[in-house]
């Protein structure tokens, strides 16, 4: 064992592991962990503290020289991301992995500056709509995993419930990432009708069934899932889709929707999917933070 092996060679250990365990079909995610475990193992380490006070500073070097390979946010390991719309600015919303009981602070997970947040904080409507929205996108995050029997044997109904967050993530990157937020209108269509299709797929119904008999007609969908579902707010679930852009019309549009209302759509996407993700999981963020006040966003 050694601890004066120099930055240079400890960089060169490092970019072989990581070329190494890259070929062998590890992402970005495993070898972020199994990079230093490798080069601690050549090193003749066997046995040390990976956290802490007992993490060897041989160890925290090579995990900096791994972090020099790539940008922070291809190791990041975050959850879902969602969007709330301030004004006319999208805001990045990351939900956070948590393991064990915690407190959550809604308010530091969302990519607003100092300032934002003071505002929002002064606005009692829009601090209750952001609150809300992270609401539905924790919801949708943690039960999407914990959907309950007989749902969570149900492969289409977690098929259809994983493309539509897959849908929300791609529309919220595209709205927070600076590219041009017409290109979110189509994902997040997708992801409101994904969704609303899982919780019919939930009732039974098979997927030729579906795609036949509802097709992109939301509306349809919606009078279906209405009896079958008690507690799915129906009458909400009409009100946003209703002031959605129609998904066949819209992908062949010259006129795309204002910036507004392109937020809007994905936002009540977001909302429609944690609705759907609520009837199928023991999942409710508001009512287990003690939120009893009737729901703001989207109205």
Known sequence: MSE????DALLLLVVRADESLFAAGEDIRQRQFNVPRVVMKQLGYVGYGLFGPYTPPILVRIRAQFARLYNAH???VGGHIGVFMFRDI?????IPQ?????AIAPMEHVELTDIQKRILANEPDTFNAYHDQFADLFDLEYGIRELRAPYAQMELVER??????????AAAAILTGGYDFRGAVQSGLLATELALKALAAATGLEEDDIRDKYGHHIDRLINYLEPKWPAFDAARARRVTEAQPRYVRNRYAKDQPKRVEVGHTVMGAQYLAGEVTRQLSDR????????PSPRKYPQ
Do not use: C, E, M
Request: aromatic share 8%.
């Open 4 to 7: 004066d092996v120099s930055d």
């Open 74 to 76: 291809d190791l990041a």
């Open 90 to 94: 999208f805001a990045r919303v990351g």
């Open 98 to 102: 948590i393991y064990g009981r915690t």
């Open 160 to 169: 259809l419930l994983n493309l539509s967050r897959l849908h929300l993530h």
């Open 284 to 291: 409710d963020f508001r009512k287990g933070a003690g939120q």
